[in-house]
Nanobody
Framework: QVQVVESGGGLVQAGGSLRLSCTASGRAFSSSSVGWFRQAPGKEREFVAAITAIKKNTFYGDSMRDRSTISRDNDDNTVDLQLNRLKPEDTAVYYC???????????????WGQGTQVTVSS
């Protein structure tokens, strides 16, 4: 129903910042909660942050709650994730997906894009 594309990743030194974007087509995206997740080599998928559709309520996972900010522009069908003070352990592929509840990290839909690689050097 919805196709998403993640972008904005890259190589950054420790302490640096990146702004990731999740864009999609279709009205279902702008009326849905959306979450960002990440997966590092050898590790399970990890919840980072999520945001609701209209009121833009936000919820953050433990991993980056003090170093990330999620936002959205429904006119552009875009959900962004600002990452700050990055650490080498933040190195992972970052994905976005619609969710049924921002408070339930397991409520994602199976609508992942290819992801965007974030690499943080020491």
């Amino acid at each position: 129903q919805v196709q998403v594309v993640e972008s904005g990743g890259g190589l950054v030194q420790a302490g640096g910042s990146l702004r990731l974007s999740c864009t999609a087509s279709g009205r279902a995206f702008s009326s849905s909660s959306v979450g960002w997740f990440r997966q590092a080599p050898g590790k399970e998928r990890e919840f980072v942050a999520a945001i609701t559709a209209i009121k833009k309520n936000t919820f953050y996972g433990d991993s980056m709650r003090d170093r990330s900010t999620i936002s959205r522009d429904n006119d552009d069908n875009t959900v962004d994730l600002q990452l700050n003070r990055l650490k080498p352990e933040d190195t992972a592929v970052y994905y976005c997906s619609r969710m049924t509840s921002i408070y339930n990290s397991g409520s994602y839909l199976d609508e992942w894009g290819q992801g965007t690689q974030v690499t943080v050097s020491s």
